[in-house]
DNA sequence: GCCATCGCGCAACCAATTGTTGCGTTAGTC
DNA sequence: GACTAACGCAACAATTGGTTGCGCGATGGC
């Protein structure tokens, strides 16, 4: 499996990124739901529902007058799984990036140890 | 730290990937010597290059009429924190959904290897 | 020294994406 | 039956990523 642009692309922008985050705390979602807690329109979020539902990232059941959407769980997960092939194909030098990373990424915990303690 | 949407648009773009991959690759690089193995021109990359000069993934030289550019590993294992960073936040969620992305990508190891070893 | 050429930078332009506003339609609620 | 909530669609603006075309300074062969 090669890296997937279009699977990429989708996660690549912030907003479908807090959209998915959205949804998957509270399980699932409207448009106007999302939007609600987001800093763009309805229609604007509805155009970005459109490509996740597009390339599987989520999908949608009509109720009445709501449109649910949720999401796809196994898609998600190859998306993850990109996120670390892509990150293993960085270096001959992986190894030192890796190092380096990852002393970032125990920093980043510690912080958010703290800020949760506060 | 939260995540920073500079930098992960900056990579979220495949044509800047590839570049990141071919700049670690070969060491460095110049505008034309990178768009000679893109499908972009090199004005296209140029810009490119601006973008990730900007949020500092990349630096340059210049030495006579050639501007080398090379990778700032400190920076992408920013980026590579990125990712894990995400990934994490979605798979803590759901743990389900790291298990899933942990198999996919064991799958895929295992599917280098057979390549490799063609 | 001179000139062809190589690598770059800049500007104009085109297409796709991402956002907005405005309006129409349909499904519940009183 | 009237009101309202959720949605869909269309028109438009701004940004982004691509192109072509042109000009300029550095280099290297003669």
Redesign the interface.
Same mark, same amino acid.
């Given at each position: 499996?090669t890296?997937d642009?279009d699977l990429?692309?989708a996660v =690549?922008?912030?907003i479908r990124?807090r959209m998915?985050?959205l949804l998957?705390?509270e399980g699932g979602g409207t448009a106007t739901s999302l939007s609600e807690r987001l800093p763009v329109t309805r229609q604007a979020v509805t155009k970005h529902l459109v490509v996740l539902d597009r390339i599987g990232l989520v999908h949608s059941t009509t109720a009445g007058r709501e449109k649910q959407f949720r999401v796809d769980?196994?898609q998600?997960?190859?998306a993850?799984?990109q996120?670390?092939?892509?990150?293993a194909?960085? =270096?001959?030098?992986l190894r030192?990036?890796?190092r380096?990373?990852?002393t970032?990424?125990r920093?980043?915990d510690a912080?958010d140890d703290i800020r949760k303690k506060q």
């Open positions: 499996m890296v642009d990429w692309s =690549g922008d912030p990124r998915l985050d998957l705390i769980e196994a998600l997960a190859r993850v799984a996120f670390t092939e892509v990150g194909a960085w =270096g001959s030098r030192r990036i890796k380096i990373a990852e970032i990424q920093d980043q912080n």
